[in-house]
């Protein structure tokens, strides 16, 4: 027999509470200071970490409602620190409309639309920067230790490998079979395979082909970064059918059992904004310039804030102090952290990539609209 839970205020205020717990639990990682999370297990072991997944995957509640709004956000997010205290702020703001007499509906469509409005601005705020390939590091290995190349210290070594990516499971051998033979007949080459999966037909064609030894492989199960990995080494992630253009290149590959490091050394034409949460807050301002008053509206200029402010907490600096002096400056006047200062951040190099900001604002406002939506659980 299914049990339906009504959401009243109260419930709605618990659900939140779990959010906030998420929120402060995870916090501790947002910014350039060494503050750590402290993890104690069941059986007494000590450790610290500031790996905001890591901080995230043990917070829970005993009670069945905030544990649910920590699911709900956890599931949701991608972990980053900032994307979740941003979520936690939105809906906190939303709530507290709601409460003071708003209508939900009407405050979810106003923050749907203002998510794209947003996405806009930044996108003119954003100055193009050229830069000269980059690194990128990610937590995931490869799917058999017969990709090896150096068994001393256990790791694949690729040098200036293609890149194949694909959201799909590679199954069989005819799909494998295509992107094998569109690679160029020369002496020394090899390929870096990113699938969902690769099935055990699929997996012992390319080991095979790998360890005679002409063709160097390694395939790993990451999915998180495709699109960076796309951006930085100029592929085309595969969606359907195979096609020879999709080929990127990386500079150096080095994959362990549990992670992987990517260099590239292409020349890149990046869009970047002012890092350290400054963004948001300037966007925002803008936006106010633009468009007339709305609940909507003073939601997010309220919710932005609440990430500088965590970081300004996290630098033991007054968070009213930080936050006033930013809203008295313009353009990318913001806060330099390690140095408790204000300053230009995108001439001192502190910045963050237009894509990434906006993939935090669009997730954070649609997780939050998605919290706000809900009325009833149903067990």
Do not use: W
Not at 183 to 205: F, Q, T
């Amino acid at each position: 027999m299914s049990d339906v839970i009504i959401l009243d205020r109260e419930a709605k205020e618990k659900i939140l509470k779990g959010i906030e717990k998420l929120s402060k639990s995870v916090g501790v990682s947002l910014g350039p200071f060494e503050k750590n999370a402290i993890l104690i297990s069941r059986d007494g072991f000590v450790s610290q970490t500031r790996d905001p997944k890591l901080i995230a995957k043990i917070v829970s509640s005993s009670d069945p409602l905030e544990q649910f709004g920590i699911q709900m956000v956890r599931d949701s997010s991608a972990f980053d620190a900032e994307t979740l205290i941003l979520t936690e702020a939105i809906f906190r703001q939303s709530l507290q409309a709601v409460f003071n007499g708003g209508d939900s509906f009407i405050i979810k469509k106003e923050l749907e639309e203002l998510s794209k409005s947003l996405v806009k601005v930044l996108d003119e705020m954003a100055v193009q920067k050229e830069t000269k390939g980059g690194n990128l590091r990610f937590d995931k290995g490869f799917i058999s230790p017969y990709f090896v190349t150096n068994p001393k210290e256990m790791i694949s070594e690729l040098e200036e490998p293609y890149v194949y990516l694909t959201n799909q499971k590679l199954k069989t051998i005819d799909e494998v079979l295509p992107i094998l033979e569109s690679l160029p007949s020369l002496k020394h080459v090899s390929v870096l395979i990113l699938a969902e999966d690769v099935c055990s037909e699929a997996l012992d064609l390319l080991v095979v082909n790998h360890l005679k030894g002409k063709l160097k492989i390694v395939v790993s199960r990451e999915q998180s970064n495709l699109e960076k990995i796309a951006f930085l080494t100029k592929a085309e992630i595969v969606k359907a059918n195979f096609s020879k253009q999709c080929f990127g290149r990386a500079k150096k590959v080095v994959m362990s059992e549990r992670s992987t490091r990517i260099e590239t050394s292409q020349v890149l034409q990046t869009s970047i904004l002012p890092g350290y949460a400054l963004s948001y807050i300037r966007a925002v301002e803008k936006l106010k310039m633009s468009k007339q008053y709305s609940i909507g509206l003073e939601i997010l200029e309220k919710a932005v804030l609440q990430p500088l402010k965590v970081i300004a907490e996290n630098g033991h600096m007054n968070p009213q102090i930080v936050l006033a002096t930013i809203l008295e400056g313009e353009n990318d006047f913001g806060l330099f952290p390690e140095k408790g200062i204000f300053a230009p951040l995108i001439s001192l190099g502190i910045t963050d990539l237009l894509e990434d900001i906006k993939y935090r604002v669009r997730k954070a406002i649609s997780t939050a609209c998605s919290l706000l939506a809900i009325d009833s659980i149903i067990t």
